[in-house]
C-alpha cells in the first residue's frame, strides 16, 4: 500500500485548517476554532500514519537490497528522513506536533493561524520544487546512524524554531504603535520576502514543463519572474514583489486588532517565543551540530569543514545564542528580542534551503 | 548582581579593572557574535580557498564584470579568501574564548556563594511578597496541616527543613540548586571545543593517499610534494564500488586495506563510507576513487563447468584459457568499463570512464568452426551462460582502479567529544532543570489554621506554579480528609 493518498489527505487537512484558523481569527467564534483545531489533529494523524507506511515501505524497500541487515538497522536505514522530500515533510509533522502541544498548554487557538500557514508554506514548497517522493536507494555516505539522528532532532530543532517565529511576528504585531517603527518594518519586510519567494517560485512551477520542474530548484529557480532573461518581464516582476512587500507592510498592522481582541497578550506570546527557542536550541545544538560533525567525522575524518551549509547552522547557532544572552542578561527586551527571534528563523530556512537555492547557485560547482 | 558591581568600582576604578569589566561585559559577547555571524555569512558567499579566476567570476556576478577584479584584490589582500584561516577571523575567535572566559570567572563566585548561601526560613510578610505566593485557611489542627504539607513536600521528592516559632511552623526547602552551574558547564564545553580543535591542529594532520588494487605505501600526502611518512605500510588489496540492482546508483564504496609491519600483516579490514580502520591512532577513510586508464590489469575470471571445481583465472589482455569438458579456448580481447548499446546507433560503447558497468569481451574458438565474440557483464552475470552449460563469471578487472583514502590524525577529537557531551548535558540542565524554592508558614489561629506558600525559581515559573498548585491540592485533599474523620 502506498501512504501518498494519506499523506495528500493530510496536506489538504493543513491547508483547511489555516483557512479555518483565519477565520476563526476573524470571526471568534468558539465552534469555528472547534473545528479549526480537530481539522488540524485529523490532518496529523492522517500524516502520521503516511509516515508509518513510507517507513514500512522503505523498510521493505532496503531489505530488498541489503538482505542481510538485521531488523533495527533495516529500521534506521528506512527511516523516513533520507532527502530533501522526507525532511520537510517530517519539519511539517513536528510543526503541527509542536503546534497542537502549545494549543493544548496555554489554551489558545489563534496562534494556528500563524503556524498553519508555515505548514502550508512548506507543503507547497515541496510540490513546486519538484523534490522527487519517490524512495530512493541510499548512497553510501548516507548510510548512517549519526545522519538520522542528526536530521531527526535537528527538524525538531527547526519546528520548535518555527513557533518562536509565529509568535515573534504576533508579537511584534500586537506592540506595534505605528508602522513607521523599525522592528516592524524589518519583521514585515521578511515575511514579505518570504511570501514573494514562494508566490514566484510558484509561477516558475505552473510555466514549467513537468520535466523541467524536477530540475527546478536547481536550473529554473525565480528565472520565470524575478531573474527572467527577458528585462521586461524581470522589471515588473520586482516592482510588483516590492509593492508586495509594501502592502504585506501596510496590511500586516491590520492583525493587531484581531490578535489584540483575542487572548493573546504580549507576554504570552514572548514567553511562548522563548520558551521554544528553549526548546530548538539545545535541540539544535546537539542534533544539528554535534552530530551533524559527528557524522562528518565518521564519513569523512574531519569534523568541520566550514562548508557553507555548517556555516550557516554556526550562524543560526550564533543568532539564537544572541537572542538568550541579549534577552536574559544583556537587558533585551520587546521587539528586540521578537525581531532576534524572526532572523533566527530566517537563518534557519537559509541554511537548510537558501545555501541549496541561493549559494549554489552563485558558485559554479554548485549549480550542476 | 550589577549594584555591587558599580559600588565596588566606585572606590578604585584602575585601568586594569575597566579592562576587565569590558572583557566580562556581555555587551562584547553581543558585538562578537554578531560580528563573527556576519562574516561568515562573507565566508560562505566569497568561495574559500578557491582559484582566483572563480571569485572574479562571482564578484562579477554580484558587482558587474568591470569593478570585479579589483574588489577581488581588496578582498584579497583582507585574508576574505581564506577567512577562517585569517588573523582577524582567528583574532575574533580569541576575543570570544576571553570574553567567555573572563565573564564566567567573573560571575562564577557569585553564583557559589549563591548556592550554597543555606536557605533560610523567611519572615512571614518576605513570603507573601515572593513571585509565586497563595493563602489558605483550614478547619484543622496546626499540627495536621504540618504533617500534610511536610508530607505532600516529601512525595514531590524535597528535602524538608522546618523552623519552629510560637504559634507557628515554618516548612522550607529547595531543589535544583545545582542547576545555576550549567551555564558555566555549557560555557566550559565551549572553551573545551576550542581546546580541541586547537590539538587537532597541532598535533594532528588531514592527509590523503591513493592506492591502485595491490599497491602499498609507507607515507601520506598533506599536498602533491608534501609527504607524512607512516611508520607502517598499508596496502589496498582490491577497491569496489557495488551498486544498486537496475540503475547506477552506488551501494557502497568499500576497499581491502592491509596494514603490514615489518613485512608482516597486522591488521586486514574491508572499510566502507562511515566505517573506516583506526591503525596508531591514525584514520583511513574511504573518500573517493578512480580509475588509471592506461593501467594493465588482471582480468579475474572464475569458471564453472557444469561437472567438476569451479577456478578462478587471472588472465591479461590477450590470454587464453580452455573451457572445461570441451575444445573451445577463450581468449579476452576487449574491455568496457561501461558497456551499453547506443539507443540511436544500436552500436556497444561505454557510457562512463569508471567501472560504472565492467565487462569484458572475449573470443571463443573452436578447431574447424567459426570464432565467436561474447561480451561477459560482471553485474549481469546471465551474459556469462555459455552454449555448453559452462559458466564464466567475470569477477573483476583488478589493478586498474585507485582506492581513494583520506588519512588523518585527530588528537584532539576525544576532547571534542567529550566536550559534546558535557555541552548536551549542560544544556539539558540549563534548560529544563530549574532552582526551586518553597516555603510554607503554618499558624494555628483559634479554630482554624492558616497556611501561606511562597515560592520563588529562576526560570520555568509556569511549570513551577503548576507543581505548587499540585501540593497545594495534594495537601488539602489529605488535610480535609483528616480533620472529616
Ligand atoms: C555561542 C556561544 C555561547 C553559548 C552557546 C552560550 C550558552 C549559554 C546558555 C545556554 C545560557 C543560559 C541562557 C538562559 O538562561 O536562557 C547562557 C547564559 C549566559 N552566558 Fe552564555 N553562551 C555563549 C557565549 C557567551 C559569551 C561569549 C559570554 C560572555 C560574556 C556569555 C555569558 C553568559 C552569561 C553572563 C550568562 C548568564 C549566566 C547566568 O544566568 O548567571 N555567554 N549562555
Given at each position: 500500500?502506498?501512504?501518498?493518498?494519506?499523506?495528500?489527505?493530510?496536506a489538504?487537512?493543513?491547508?483547511?485548517?489555516?483557512?479555518?484558523?483565519?477565520?476563526?481569527?476573524?470571526?471568534?467564534?468558539?465552534?469555528?476554532?472547534?473545528?479549526?483545531?480537530?481539522?488540524?489533529?485529523?490532518?496529523?494523524?492522517?500524516?502520521?500514519?503516511?509516515?508509518?507506511?513510507?517507513?514500512?515501505?522503505?523498510?521493505y524497500?532496503?531489505?530488498g537490497s541489503h538482505?542481510?541487515?538485521?531488523?533495527?538497522?533495516?529500521?534506521?536505514?528506512?527511516?523516513?528522513?533520507?532527502?530533501?522530500?522526507?525532511?520537510?515533510?517530517?519539519?511539517?509533522?513536528?510543526?503541527?506536533?509542536?503546534?497542537?502541544?502549545?494549543?493544548?498548554?496555554?489554551?489558545?487557538?489563534?496562534?494556528?493561524?500563524?503556524?498553519t500557514?508555515?505548514?502550508?508554506?512548506?507543503?507547497?514548497?515541496?510540490?513546486?520544487?519538484?523534490?522527487?517522493?519517490?524512495?530512493?536507494?541510499?548512497i553510501?555516505?548516507?548510510?548512517?546512524?549519526?545522519?538520522?539522528?542528526?536530521?531527526?532532532?535537528?527538524?525538531?530543532?527547526?519546528?520548535?524554531?518555527?513557533?518562536?517565529?509565529?509568535?515573534?511576528?504576533?508579537?511584534?504585531i500586537?506592540v506595534?504603535?505605528?508602522?513607521?517603527?523599525?522592528p516592524?518594518?524589518?519583521?514585515?519586510?521578511?515575511?514579505?520576502?518570504?511570501?514573494?519567494?514562494?508566490?514566484?517560485?510558484?509561477?516558475?512551477?505552473?510555466?514549467?514543463?513537468?520535466?523541467?520542474?524536477?530540475?527546478?530548484?536547481?536550473?529554473?529557480?525565480?528565472?520565470t519572474?524575478?531573474?527572467?532573461?527577458?528585462?521586461?518581464?524581470?522589471?515588473?516582476?520586482?516592482?510588483?514583489?516590492?509593492a508586495?512587500?509594501c502592502?504585506?507592510?501596510?496590511?500586516?498592522?491590520?492583525?493587531k486588532k484581531?490578535?489584540?481582541?483575542?487572548?493573546?497578550?504580549?507576554?504570552?506570546?514572548?514567553?511562548?517565543?522563548?520558551?521554544?527557542?528553549?526548546?530548538?536550541?539545545p535541540?539544535?545544538?546537539?542534533?544539528?551540530?554535534?552530530?551533524g560533525?559527528?557524522?562528518?567525522?565518521?564519513?569523512?575524518?574531519?569534523?568541520?569543514?566550514?562548508?557553507p551549509?555548517?556555516?550557516?547552522?554556526?550562524?543560526?547557532?550564533?543568532?539564537?545564542?544572541l537572542?538568550?544572552?541579549?534577552?536574559?542578561?544583556?537587558?533585551?527586551?520587546?521587539k528586540?528580542?521578537?525581531?532576534?527571534?524572526?532572523?533566527?528563523?530566517?537563518?534557519?530556512?537559509?541554511?537548510?534551503?537558501?545555501v541549496n537555492?541561493?549559494?549554489?547557485?552563485?558558485?559554479a560547482?554548485?549549480?550542476? | 548582581?550589577?549594584?555591587n558591581?558599580?559600588?565596588?568600582?566606585?572606590e578604585?576604578?584602575?585601568?586594569?579593572?575597566?579592562?576587565?569589566?569590558?572583557?566580562?561585559?556581555?555587551?562584547?559577547?553581543?558585538?562578537?557574535l554578531?560580528?563573527?555571524?556576519?562574516l561568515?555569512?562573507?565566508?560562505?558567499?566569497?568561495?574559500?580557498?578557491?582559484?582566483p579566476?572563480?571569485?572574479?567570476?562571482?564578484?562579477?556576478?554580484?558587482?558587474?564584470?568591470?569593478?570585479?577584479?579589483?574588489?577581488?584584490?581588496?578582498?584579497?589582500?583582507l585574508?576574505?579568501?581564506?577567512?577562517?584561516?585569517?588573523?582577524?577571523?582567528?583574532?575574533?575567535?580569541?576575543?570570544?574564548?576571553?570574553?567567555?572566559?573572563?565573564?564566567?570567572?567573573?560571575r562564577?563566585?557569585?553564583?557559589?556563594?549563591?548556592?550554597?548561601?543555606?536557605?533560610?526560613?523567611?519572615?512571614?510578610?518576605?513570603i507573601?511578597?515572593?513571585p509565586?505566593?497563595?493563602?489558605?485557611?483550614f478547619?484543622?489542627?496546626?499540627?495536621v496541616?504540618?504533617?500534610?504539607?511536610?508530607?505532600?513536600?516529601?512525595?514531590?521528592?524535597?528535602?524538608?527543613?522546618?523552623a519552629?516559632?510560637?504559634?507557628?511552623?515554618q516548612?522550607?526547602?529547595?531543589?535544583?540548586?545545582?542547576?545555576?552551574?550549567?551555564v558555566?558547564v555549557?560555557?566550559?564545553?565551549?572553551?573545551?571545543?576550542?581546546?580541541?580543535?586547537?590539538?587537532?591542529?597541532?598535533?594532528?594532520?588531514?592527509?590523503?593517499?591513493?592506492?591502485?588494487?595491490?599497491?602499498?605505501?609507507?607515507?601520506?600526502?598533506?599536498?602533491?610534494?608534501?609527504?607524512?611518512?607512516?611508520?607502517?605500510?598499508?596496502?589496498?588489496n582490491?577497491?569496489?564500488?557495488?551498486?544498486y540492482?537496475?540503475?547506477?546508483?552506488?551501494?557502497?564504496?568499500?576497499?581491502?586495506?592491509?596494514?603490514?609491519?615489518?613485512?608482516?600483516?597486522?591488521?586486514?579490514?574491508?572499510?566502507?563510507?562511515?566505517?573506516?580502520?583506526?591503525y596508531?591512532?591514525?584514520?583511513?577513510?574511504?573518500?573517493?576513487y578512480?580509475?588509471?586508464?592506461?593501467?594493465?590489469g588482471?582480468?579475474?575470471?572464475?569458471?564453472?563447468?557444469?561437472?567438476?571445481?569451479?577456478?578462478?583465472?587471472?588472465?591479461?589482455?590477450?590470454?587464453?584459457?580452455?573451457?572445461?569438458?570441451?575444445?573451445?579456448?577463450?581468449?579476452?580481447?576487449?574491455?568496457?568499463?561501461a558497456?551499453?548499446?547506443?539507443?540511436?546507433?544500436?552500436?556497444?560503447?561505454?557510457?562512463?570512464e569508471?567501472?560504472?558497468?565492467?565487462?569484458?569481451?572475449i573470443?571463443?574458438?573452436?578447431?574447424?568452426?567459426?570464432?565467436?565474440?561474447?561480451?561477459?557483464?560482471?553485474?549481469?552475470?546471465?551474459?556469462?551462460?555459455?552454449?555448453?552449460?559452462?559458466?564464466?563469471?567475470?569477477?573483476?578487472?583488478?589493478?586498474?582502479?585507485?582506492?581513494?583514502?583520506?588519512?588523518?590524525?585527530?588528537?584532539?577529537?576525544?576532547?571534542?567529544?567529550?566536550?559534546?557531551?558535557?555541552?548536551?548535558?549542560?544544556?539539558?540542565?540549563?534548560?529544563?532543570?530549574?532552582h526551586?524554592?518553597?516555603?510554607?508558614?503554618i499558624?494555628?489561629?483559634?479554630k482554624?489554621?492558616?497556611?501561606?506558600?511562597?515560592?520563588?525559581v529562576n526560570?520555568?515559573?509556569?511549570?513551577?506554579?503548576?507543581?505548587?498548585?499540585?501540593?497545594?491540592?495534594?495537601a488539602?485533599?489529605s488535610?480535609?480528609?483528616?480533620?472529616?474523620?
Amino acid at each position: 500500500m502506498s501512504g501518498g493518498i494519506f499523506f495528500d489527505i493530510a496536506a489538504g487537512a493543513y491547508i483547511a485548517a489555516m483557512i479555518t484558523y483565519i477565520i476563526y481569527l476573524v470571526v471568534r467564534n468558539k465552534t469555528v476554532g472547534l473545528v479549526a483545531s480537530t481539522i488540524t489533529i485529523a490532518g496529523f494523524a492522517f500524516q502520521s500514519t503516511a509516515l508509518i507506511i513510507r517507513w514500512v515501505n522503505s523498510y521493505y524497500f532496503w531489505m530488498g537490497s541489503h538482505p542481510s541487515s538485521g531488523l533495527v538497522e533495516g529500521l534506521l536505514r528506512a527511516a523516513p528522513l533520507r532527502n530533501l522530500y522526507e525532511s520537510l515533510i517530517f519539519f511539517v509533522w513536528s510543526l503541527i506536533l509542536a503546534h497542537i502541544l502549545v494549543e493544548f498548554k496555554y489554551k489558545i487557538r489563534s496562534l494556528g493561524a500563524f503556524v498553519t500557514p508555515l505548514a502550508a508554506s512548506a507543503l507547497l514548497f515541496i510540490d513546486i520544487s519538484g523534490t522527487s517522493k519517490a524512495i530512493q536507494p541510499l548512497i553510501p555516505a548516507l548510510q548512517s546512524n549519526w545522519l538520522l539522528f542528526h536530521v531527526l532532532l535537528s527538524f525538531l530543532g527547526y519546528a520548535a524554531f518555527g513557533i518562536s517565529f509565529g509568535a515573534g511576528a504576533a508579537y511584534l504585531i500586537t506592540v506595534t504603535e505605528s508602522r513607521k517603527e523599525i522592528p516592524y518594518i524589518v519583521g514585515s519586510v521578511i515575511v514579505g520576502i518570504f511570501m514573494v519567494v514562494l508566490i514566484a517560485m510558484g509561477i516558475d512551477f505552473l510555466s514549467l514543463s513537468s520535466a523541467d520542474r524536477a530540475q527546478m530548484i536547481q536550473n529554473h529557480f525565480l528565472k520565470t519572474t524575478l531573474k527572467s532573461s527577458s528585462g521586461g518581464v524581470a522589471a515588473a516582476s520586482w516592482v510588483i514583489s516590492i509593492a508586495f512587500i509594501c502592502a504585506v507592510w501596510y496590511f500586516g498592522l491590520g492583525l493587531k486588532k484581531v490578535l489584540k481582541s483575542l487572548s493573546l497578550t504580549p507576554a504570552m506570546l514572548d514567553d511562548i517565543a522563548y520558551k521554544s527557542i528553549a526548546v530548538g536550541f539545545p535541540l539544535f545544538t546537539i542534533g544539528g551540530l554535534i552530530m551533524g560533525a559527528i557524522w562528518a567525522n565518521s564519513a569523512w575524518g574531519k569534523y568541520w569543514t566550514w562548508d557553507p551549509k555548517e556555516t550557516w547552522s554556526l550562524i543560526t547557532w550564533f543568532v539564537y545564542a544572541l537572542y538568550l544572552h541579549a534577552r536574559f542578561v544583556g537587558g533585551w527586551r520587546g521587539k528586540r528580542v521578537a525581531i532576534l527571534a524572526i532572523i533566527g528563523f530566517v537563518a534557519v530556512v537559509f541554511t537548510y534551503l537558501g545555501v541549496n537555492l541561493v549559494l549554489s547557485g552563485l558558485h559554479a560547482y554548485g549549480s550542476g | 548582581m550589577e549594584e555591587n558591581v558599580t559600588k565596588d568600582s566606585a572606590e578604585k576604578k584602575d585601568i586594569f579593572e575597566s579592562i576587565w569589566k569590558f572583557l566580562a561585559s556581555i555587551k562584547l559577547a553581543i558585538f562578537t557574535l554578531m560580528a563573527l555571524a556576519l562574516l561568515s555569512i562573507v565566508g560562505t558567499i566569497v568561495e574559500q580557498g578557491a582559484e582566483p579566476a572563480q571569485n572574479i567570476a562571482l564578484l562579477g556576478k554580484l558587482f558587474g564584470e568591470a569593478s570585479a577584479p579589483t574588489i577581488y584584490n581588496i578582498f584579497a589582500n583582507l585574508g576574505f579568501m581564506d577567512m577562517y584561516g585569517s588573523w582577524w577571523y582567528v583574532g575574533l575567535l580569541v576575543l570570544f574564548s576571553i570574553n567567555l572566559i573572563v565573564c564566567s570567572i567573573d560571575r562564577f563566585p557569585k553564583t557559589w556563594k549563591v548556592m550554597n548561601r543555606p536557605l533560610r526560613p523567611l519572615a512571614e510578610k518576605a513570603i507573601k511578597s515572593l513571585p509565586i505566593r497563595k493563602e489558605l485557611t483550614f478547619k484543622a489542627k496546626g499540627n495536621v496541616a504540618r504533617d500534610e504539607f511536610y508530607n505532600a513536600l516529601k512525595s514531590m521528592r524535597y528535602k524538608v527543613l522546618e523552623a519552629n516559632d510560637e504559634g507557628s511552623v515554618q516548612l522550607y526547602t529547595q531543589k535544583g540548586t545545582y542547576a545555576r552551574l550549567a551555564v558555566y558547564v555549557v560555557h566550559l564545553s565551549i572553551i573545551l571545543i576550542f581546546l580541541g580543535a586547537i590539538i587537532g591542529v597541532r598535533f594532528g594532520f588531514k592527509g590523503y593517499l591513493n592506492l591502485i588494487e595491490g599497491q602499498a605505501s609507507n607515507v601520506a600526502y598533506k599536498s602533491p610534494t608534501e609527504k607524512i611518512p607512516l611508520d607502517f605500510t598499508i596496502k589496498c588489496n582490491w577497491y569496489e564500488t557495488a551498486y544498486y540492482e537496475g540503475g547506477d546508483t552506488p551501494k557502497e564504496f568499500s576497499s581491502e586495506l592491509v596494514i603490514l609491519e615489518n613485512g608482516k600483516e597486522v591488521v586486514k579490514k574491508i572499510i566502507e563510507v562511515n566505517d573506516p580502520l583506526v591503525y596508531k591512532g591514525i584514520t583511513f577513510y574511504q573518500s573517493n576513487y578512480g580509475m588509471l586508464k592506461e593501467a594493465q590489469g588482471y582480468f579475474v575470471l572464475t569458471v564453472i563447468p557444469s561437472v567438476g571445481q569451479e577456478k578462478t583465472l587471472w588472465l591479461k589482455a590477450g590470454d587464453t584459457f580452455e573451457v572445461p569438458g570441451t575444445a573451445t579456448k577463450g581468449t579476452v580481447i576487449d574491455f568496457s568499463p561501461a558497456l551499453t548499446r547506443d539507443q540511436n546507433t544500436g552500436e556497444l560503447t561505454s557510457y562512463s570512464e569508471n567501472m560504472v558497468n565492467p565487462a569484458v569481451a572475449i573470443e571463443f574458438e573452436e578447431s574447424g568452426k567459426e570464432p565467436y565474440k561474447g561480451w561477459i557483464l560482471k553485474r549481469y552475470p546471465e551474459t556469462g551462460i555459455l552454449p555448453g552449460g559452462n559458466v564464466i563469471r567475470f569477477d573483476d578487472y583488478w589493478g586498474v582502479e585507485y582506492t581513494g583514502l583520506q588519512v588523518a590524525k585527530d588528537p584532539g577529537v576525544w576532547l571534542i567529544y567529550l566536550a559534546s557531551i558535557i555541552m548536551t548535558l549542560g544544556l539539558y540542565i540549563c534548560f529544563f532543570i530549574s532552582h526551586r524554592k518553597i516555603w510554607v508558614q503554618i499558624r494555628d489561629e483559634k479554630k482554624s489554621v492558616t497556611v501561606s506558600v511562597g515560592a520563588s525559581v529562576n526560570r520555568n515559573k509556569i511549570a513551577f506554579e503548576r507543581e505548587i498548585e499540585k501540593l497545594i491540592l495534594h495537601a488539602s485533599e489529605s488535610i480535609e480528609g483528616r480533620s472529616k474523620k
